[in-house]
């Protein structure tokens, strides 16, 4: 992080952890500037990365995320956040990534001693379903829930059927072609097997064996997307379904945005953000995607330890 506003801070960010079946990067180990074990921040962001599962980096939103430290400091939490990289579908298929990110959050809860109730999860569109099925695993291994999740635009089905892939075709990035494609990738190995038999392609659907989402998902659990976005009418199906168990989930619809809202508006804007000094103001009008995220993860954080 060679950058005006991270050169005095480059020990504590991006700094890699790895075991036999598992890696990822410590974003920060606290907030920008502050450094502390993990263990003692406030809370701790494990972060799943979007792509499709074909695409995308663990450090891609690094930007954001140090922005999102930045911002839960000012309110006065002190965060670290942990990104899984998680192995891409063009060398493994699913459910490989899930293995990985159930490995990675043991190390954090058994080796680092970070309590679970300390860890929010956050997962941007294959992220997101990433981040379900991770849940999923929890409980079927009686790991501890971390305390809340944040779902941004998740891709809750990867049979991709959703009546707004036609509606918003054009007026999102994303296409139907690229993610039949990436979801047949992701998924080729697996449809015959134990991954779809346990119904983790489509979770719009009621769970398999009697499950519910209010055993699975966090005592709190935050879903944005915009209105444009071709997962929107997925996303709305799969958070009815699991209000109807009883989980305390939330939906927030942004009107007019597409997918991936909450860090495309903040491209323009990383350059200034990053040429700023350690301890110069943020103006209100940049990084407002990634504010949005922090604001969401305060209101979360507040709301799971009512």
């Known amino acids: 992080m060679s950058s005006n506003r991270f050169r005095n801070s480059a020990d504590q960010l991006c700094s890699r952890v790895s ?3 598992w890696k990822g990067y410590w974003i920060c180990k606290g907030p920008p500037g502050k450094p502390q074990r993990p263990k003692d921040s406030d809370i701790v962001i494990l972060w799943m990365h979007g792509g499709a599962y074909c695409f995308g980096s663990l450090l891609s939103a690094t930007t954001n995320l140090l922005r999102v430290a930045e911002t839960l400091d000012e309110r006065g939490v002190s965060t670290s956040v942990f990104s899984v990289d998680y192995t891409l579908s063009l060398t493994a298929r699913l459910p490989s990534q ?10 954090l809860i058994e080796i680092e001693k970070i ?3 300390r860890i929010i999860l956050a997962g941007e569109s294959a992220g997101g379903h990433l981040a379900l099925t991770f849940l999923m695993a929890l409980r079927q291994g009686n790991l501890p829930k971390p305390v809340g999740a944040l779902l941004l635009y998740p891709w809750v089905n990867l049979k991709n059927t959703s009546p707004s892939l036609e509606a918003n075709k054009n007026k999102d990035v994303l296409s ?8 047949k990738l992701a998924t080729d190995e697996a449809v015959d097997g134990t991954w779809a038999q346990v119904g983790f392609i489509d979770l719009t659907k009621p769970l398999n064996g009697g499950v519910t989402w209010q055993e699975v998902l966090p005592s709190r659990t935050w879903v944005n997307v915009g209105t444009h976005d071709v997962f929107v009418h997925d996303i709305r199906t799969f958070v009815h379904e699991a209000q109807a168990t009883g989980a305390h989930i939330e939906l927030e619809l942004v009107d007019g945005m597409p997918h991936g809202w909450n860090f495309t508006v903040d491209k323009p804007w990383e350059k200034r953000y990053l040429d700023l000094g350690q301890s110069d103001q943020v103006p209100a009008a ?3 995607g990634s504010a949005f995220v922090a604001e969401t993860l305060w209101t979360l954080l507040n709301h799971a330890r009512e």
Do not use: N, P
């Not at 899930?98 to 190390?107: D, G, L, W």
């Not at 139907?176 to 979801?183: H, I, Q, R």
């Open 286 to 288: 940049m990084m407002q």
């Open 98 to 107: 899930q293995i990985e990110s159930v490995a990675a959050f043991r190390h």
């Open 19 to 21: 075991a036999i079946i």
């Open 176 to 183: 139907k072609t690229l993610l039949d494609g990436c979801a």
């Open 115 to 117: 309590d679970a109730q």
